[in-house]
C-alpha cells in the first residue's frame, strides 16, 4: 500500500490534507507542553466568554459531544472580538513539528487543510522556500488561477485565524458555505477527481469533505484510492464505509500512538526520494 501511494506523491500527484492532528502535533514555542485545543477545549474557551443559561447549555452540548449544536449557540451568543480574541490565543505561537516538515518534503503541488492555524503557512514561508507558496481561503476568488501558476498553494477550507468572522465553526456556517461559495467547491471537488489524496491527521467526520468524498466517487469511480493515515479504533469503526462510499483506503496505526504517524511518513518520504532518484 504505501508503494503505490509513493509512487504518487514522487510524482507530484498527491494532495495532503492536513487535519487538526497535524496541528496538534506541534508544541508552543513557550510552553512546550501547551498543544493546539481540540474540538471540545476550543468550544469551551469561546463558552467562558458567554454567560449565564447559554452557557450552561452550551457546556451541556459538549458534554454530550453534540459539538456543531454548541458552536451554533456560542456562534448567536459571542461577539466578534471576543471570538477573535479566543481564537488568537488558542491557535498562535506554536512551532512546526515534524510531520509539518516531512509534508513540505513531499513537496505536492498542492496542501488542503480545514485548521484554523498557520503553522505550516508560515513554515513554508520561511528560509529558502520564500516566496514559492501562496494561500487561498474559500471566500477568496483566485483559487483556479492560484491552481494555475507556478506556487505550490495551501488551501484554506474552513477559512483562517487571519479573518475570524469567516471561520467555519457552526452548522449554519456550513451552510453558508455551500450557499455562497459552491463554485469554490466545484474546484475542489474537480481536484478529488484528479488526484490521489492523502489525509494525515484527520478523522474524515467533517460533512463537507464526506459529501466531496461521496461525490466523486458516485461521479467517476475509480480503481486509485485515497487513503487516510487513522487510528486502528476509528478503522474498526468505519474502515468498511471509507472503502466502499469514500475510496478512501485506510493506513492504521496503534490507537493512541501518535507517534507512529511520523514513521509512516518517515517510510513514505524514503520512497518519493528513491522514486525521484531513478
Known sequence: ????????????????????????????????????????????????????????????????????????????????????????????????????????????????????????????????????????????????????????????????????EKTILSKSDYYQLRKEHSRFFDVVNAMFLTHTVLFVGYSLDDPDIQLILENTNITAQSTFPHYAILQKSEVDDKGWYLEKIHNTRPIPYETGQHGDVVDILTKLLEIVDIERTI
Open 1 to 164: 500500500m504505501l508503494d503505490a501511494l509513493g509512487k504518487e506523491l514522487a510524482n507530484r500527484r498527491c494532495i495532503v490534507f492536513l487535519g487538526s492532528g497535524v496541528s496538534a502535533s506541534s508544541v508552543h514555542s513557550r510552553d512546550v507542553t501547551k498543544h493546539t485545543p481540540t474540538w471540545a477545549e476550543f468550544l469551551r474557551k469561546l463558552n467562558e466568554k458567554i454567560t449565564g443559561d447559554n452557557a450552561v447549555k452550551i457546556e451541556t452540548f459538549i458534554l454530550a459531544k453534540k459539538y456543531l449544536e454548541a458552536a451554533e449557540l456560542i456562534r448567536i451568543h459571542i461577539n466578534a472580538a471576543d471570538y477573535a480574541l479566543v481564537l488568537r490565543d488558542q491557535f498562535t505561537g506554536f512551532v512546526p513539528s515534524k510531520i509539518h516538515d516531512i509534508v513540505a518534503k513531499f513537496d505536492q503541488y498542492v496542501v488542503m487543510t480545514t485548521n484554523y492555524d498557520k503553522i505550516y503557512d508560515n513554515f513554508c514561508q520561511k528560509g529558502v522556500d520564500e516566496g514559492l507558496y501562496t494561500t487561498c481561503k474559500y471566500y477568496e476568488t483566485k483559487l483556479v488561477s492560484d491552481l494555475r501558476s507556478s506556487k505550490r498553494l495551501i488551501v484554506k477550507l474552513h477559512g483562517c485565524l487571519d479573518d475570524g
